[in-house]
């Protein structure tokens, strides 16, 4: 049996389906209705979390948590007026193109 998978679309979509169409003591309605200051500060406190959560060799809570923090920031941009096509012609434009590496000095001074 394959697990059952979510796309960021699906998800996407369902969120934008919540705002258009607020189901009462939905999550997703509570965070549209708190507004954006009320979803940044879940972003924030869900950015933490994963990064705690990467530390610990625990991997299915640190999977947990980047699903959290994704759902939120599928919220955010949902909230911003922001689409996944967006984000995919900005990731599009940078494909093929070199990254600028080169060495770095060293940090020693603070
Ligand atoms: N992916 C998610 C998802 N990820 C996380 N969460 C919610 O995010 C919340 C985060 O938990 P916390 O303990 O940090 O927050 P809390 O204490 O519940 O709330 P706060 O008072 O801190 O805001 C939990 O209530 C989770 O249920 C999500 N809620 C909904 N979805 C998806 O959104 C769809 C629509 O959900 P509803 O809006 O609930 O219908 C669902 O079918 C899911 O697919």
């Known amino acids: 049996m394959t697990a059952a998978k979510q796309s960021i679309t699906e998800l996407y979509d369902l969120i934008k389906d919540r705002q258009a169409q607020p189901i009462p003591g939905s999550y997703t309605d509570y965070l549209f209705t708190k507004g954006l200051d009320k979803i940044l500060k879940k972003v924030g406190e869900e950015s933490t979390e994963v990064i705690v959560a990467a530390k610990n060799p625990d991997d299915a809570a640190f999977v947990l948590e980047v699903a959290d923090l994704t759902y939120h ?35 020693n001074k603070y």
């Open 73 to 107: 920031v599928l919220v955010l941009m949902v909230e911003r007026g922001i689409t996944l096509d967006q984000i995919e012609a900005e990731l599009a434009s940078r494909e093929g193109k070199m990254s600028r590496l080169k060495e770095r000095s060293s940090i």
